[in-house]
């Protein structure tokens, strides 16, 4: 969430930033909005302050045994004012949290502007592997091999779900154990076991809500959320707290599943593991000071990056252009694996730096040891 007195002394860069985007979003209306909402809440602010002079004012006229009638009189009709305010300001109150939660972050100035089209390929592999045969897809070796059955998880569940089975089954929790071990071992980060369902404020704190709500998978009896990624509850831990300066950085890793509706995404790429509801993925969380958080994206970005560098596989880092980025992130890197089956560029991590966007809608803060202010924290989060 974007600090609203920032918004209202630069709209036109949140402008540029909204054009930028190519996200749909009524500014000054907004702006129109939050000078009725701040006028009215003064008025209320000025009643309730008169109203506490004139309670005063009653209470010295009965002490002193003098008729009370005109002062209880003025009393009973700035009530009356207050309690007509506080329903204008309620109705007021609620447009502008709902419309505040819509604005999207402000894209780092180190951007391209535009689509994906203009993302920026900012390393590539020096090489790839040399086949001297047509390389098979990964449907066909997992049917053939035996060791993923899309046709049965189709039959558990439904389409777009997966059966990892034998050797398969293995890979996978080797793989899990492989980068949790790589990411843990030297003590840089925490390893966590979280939740795998977490409640809308959590949800909220993050960005995935309101945007993204028909995206997610939900409990309607309980307004539970399972997590589209372990970002929603690692980055939800400090969730109203405030960290000593000293703590920081903290940084945490965790494996889970995830689970992804893509309820916009039918018919693209709907075939095996391409894009599926459910997946496994490590992820990587920083908690850092405002002034250290490109430099620990940078470092984000290696330790994502060191996964695949000791796997061997040819992969390229990407820099998303300002249309192409999250809701909530301010710089994001993609990276994209080349799979020779299917002769693409897939995306096996992002890392992104939020800035203080989420820290402000989660109430995130650290205590500077300076100044003794409170202040909101950056937040980054990697597929790790």
Not at 8 to 17: A, D, G, T
Not at 87 to 105: C, G, M, T, V
Not at 320 to 334: N, P, Q, V
């Amino acid at each position: 969430m974007l600090d609203v007195k920032f918004i209202r002394n630069n709209s036109q860069k949140l402008k540029e930033s909204l054009k930028n985007r190519n996200y749909n979003f009524d500014l000054d209306e907004f702006l129109d909005l939050d000078a009725r909402w701040r006028k009215v809440k003064g008025e209320v602010e000025d009643l309730n302050a008169s109203q506490n002079r004139i309670d005063k004012d009653i209470k010295k006229i009965i002490k002193e045994k003098k008729d009370p009638s005109s002062k209880i009189g003025e009393s009973k009709e700035i009530k009356s004012r207050i309690a007509a305010l506080s329903e204008q300001f309620s109705s007021l109150d609620e447009k502008f949290k709902f419309y505040l939660a819509r604005i999207p972050n402000i894209p780092h100035e180190s951007l391209p502007v535009g689509g994906a089209e203009n993302n920026k390929v900012i390393k590539e592999p020096k090489s790839f592997r040399d086949f001297n045969f047509k390389p098979r897809d990964h449907i066909f070796l997992a049917e053939t091999l035996d060791v993923i059955d899309f046709k049965r998880a189709t039959k558990l569940t439904g389409s777009n779900f997966v059966l990892f089975k034998g050797w398969g089954a293995k890979l996978q929790r080797a793989l899990i154990n492989f980068m949790l071990d790589l990411h843990t071992s030297s003590g840089k980060y925490k390893e966590i076991v979280p939740s795998k369902l977490v409640n809308r404020d959590s949800m909220f704190s993050t960005g995935q809500l309101p945007n993204l709500e028909e995206d997610m998978y939900r409990t309607s009896e309980d307004d539970l959320f399972l997590i589209p990624t372990a970002e929603v509850p690692i980055t939800n831990i400090h969730r109203g707290e405030i960290i000593k300066e000293d703590k920081l950085p903290l940084y945490y890793t965790a494996y889970t599943p995830c689970f992804r509706r893509e309820a916009g995404s039918y018919g693209k790429d709907t075939r095996g593991l391409l894009r599926v509801h459910e997946f496994d993925k490590i992820e990587l969380v920083k908690f850092v000071k405002p002034e250290d958080s490109y430099r620990e994206l940078e470092e984000l970005l290696s330790d994502a990056c060191s996964v695949l560098d000791l796997l061997k596989l040819p992969y390229r880092v990407v820099l998303l252009a300002t249309g192409d980025i999250s809701f909530a992130a301010a710089k994001c890197y993609d990276i994209e694996l080349y799979a020779p089956g299917v002769d693409k560029w897939l995306e096996v991590s992002s890392c992104s730096n939020f800035e203080d966007f989420q820290a402000r809608r989660g109430n995130i803060r650290y205590k500077e040891k300076s100044t003794g202010k409170n202040l909101p924290l950056h937040t980054l989060n990697g597929s790790g």
